[in-house]
């Protein structure tokens, strides 16, 4: 994949810095290979309701299939992102897609439950190495606009977890449990985009070193270690209560729309679809609105913003529960991509074990949430899950506790 000049014209081995325009052809192969890659991880969740027919499963090990894939990837990428901050590896990306190819396939012939936690783990791999990198990849390519630029890069991943369900309903569904060998196709092409994204960024680290340019001196407040570890803290809880709570829909809101409102798989997927779109459209509008008037005011609205309609939830009919998880996929999309630049700046010159973290405490908190809820919905039921879940963006209120790190008047 060539990239030949970004939109003000530079050429792709420039050196994008604040002022300059952002590389856009590359933030694009970077949103759409997130897409691939996370249309294949939504796929895993969506076809639960046929593992769990064909392999007589019950919601607990539901969770465990979404813990394996989910924790593989979040104890993997820090670890991933800390390596490349020191030693960086362009086609590494590239690479690890093969990972998640080869997981497609032993996916699609899996017999056995062992086989089908193998298979999610290696699907898991290839995302741990996929995110920290890319997320790099996309600051540097972002011209100073490091929201804007999460946000393109995070919402091909929303798109693609839209897509999952509705590819399970019409392809996976008719077809069975082979026809998922049909999806290492994408997971073939994002290894051909993402090799592309690997010469721009080796020509970017060439041009760099002649150009022998100084790191960029932090902007914000100096803050002290103790600062940075109570901001450290505050981030990953509202990781939790963003994850804990988004893992109750992304892995169990099937299920709920069927035991309560006997909806069928088909149309249960469709408005799992649409929830996740939802997600998408929030995700696209948090990171540039955070480069405009700060990432803390994006956090507060996102995450506690969607408190009310979290509460109203439980307790809607038809009609009401789609309006509701749209609006809660829009509010509570808002908040990863000011995270993860929040964090970033809080800890300058990490930009891969940071973004590593974050991305890995996401996947965590949600393979985590999806196993507890999972057993707590085996013991009690969905409805109950929904009625206490329902609680975790009060959390929100812990945003009082951030720092300012933008100056005011500075540009974002």
């Given at each position: 994949?060539?990239?030949?000049t970004d939109a003000r014209g530079a050429k792709p081995g420039a050196t994008p810095v604040s002022g300059e325009g952002a590389v856009v052809g ?387």
């Open positions: 994949m060539a990239v030949e590359i933030l694009a192969a970077l949103s759409f290979s997130h897409l691939l890659n996370d249309t294949i991880s939504s796929l895993v969740i969506a076809i639960y309701p046929i593992l769990k027919d064909s392999f007589h499963l019950d919601f607990g090990q539901i969770g465990l299939i979404t813990a394996t894939y989910q924790l593989t990837a979040s104890l993997l990428q820090p670890i991933v992102g800390l390596f490349t901050d020191r030693r960086p590896k362009p086609y590494s990306v590239s690479v690890g897609m093969g990972f998640t190819l080869l997981g497609l396939l032993l996916l699609s012939q899996a017999s056995t439950f062992p086989l089908l936690l193998a298979a999610t783990a290696l699907v898991g791999m290839g995302s741990a190495i996929f995110h920290p990198e890319s997320s790099r990849v996309a600051r540097l390519a972002s011209g100073g606009r490091h929201g804007m630029a999460q946000s393109v890069f995070q919402v091909g991943g929303n798109v693609g977890s839209a897509l999952g369900p509705l590819l399970a309903a019409f392809i996976v569904l008719p077809h069975g449990q082979q026809s998922i060998a049909w999806f290492s196709l994408l997971a073939l092409l994002a290894m051909v985009v993402l090799a592309g994204v690997g010469r721009w960024y080796q020509q970017h680290r060439a041009a760099a070193a002649r150009a022998k340019r100084p790191p960029a001196a932090h902007a914000g407040p100096v803050l002290t270690a103790r600062q940075v570890g109570v901001s450290l803290a505050v981030l990953i809880a509202l990781i939790f209560s963003k994850f804990f709570y988004l893992a109750s829909l992304t892995s169990y809101f099937t299920f709920y729309l069927i035991e309560k409102f006997a909806l069928s798989v088909r149309d249960a997927q469709l408005h799992l679809f649409v929830f996740l779109a939802a997600v998408a459209v929030g995700t696209v509008v948090g990171g540039p609105i955070g480069d405009r008037i700060g990432r803390k005011r994006v956090i507060w609205v996102s995450i506690l913003g969607a408190l009310p309609f979290t509460l109203m939830l439980p307790y809607a009919n038809l009609f009401w529960t789609g309006v509701l998880t749209v609006v809660i996929g829009l509010v509570i999309s808002s908040a990863f991509s000011a995270i993860v630049v929040y964090a970033q700046e809080l800890v300058p010159g990490k930009v891969g074990m940071v973004s590593g973290l974050f991305f890995g405490l996401a996947f965590g908190m949600g393979g985590i949430g999806a196993a507890v809820l999972g057993q707590v919905a085996d013991l009690t039921s969905i409805g109950f899950v929904y009625r206490i879940v329902a609680f975790l963006p009060a959390l929100g209120l812990l945003t009082a506790l951030l720092p300012e790190l933008e100056r005011r008047g500075a540009p974002r």
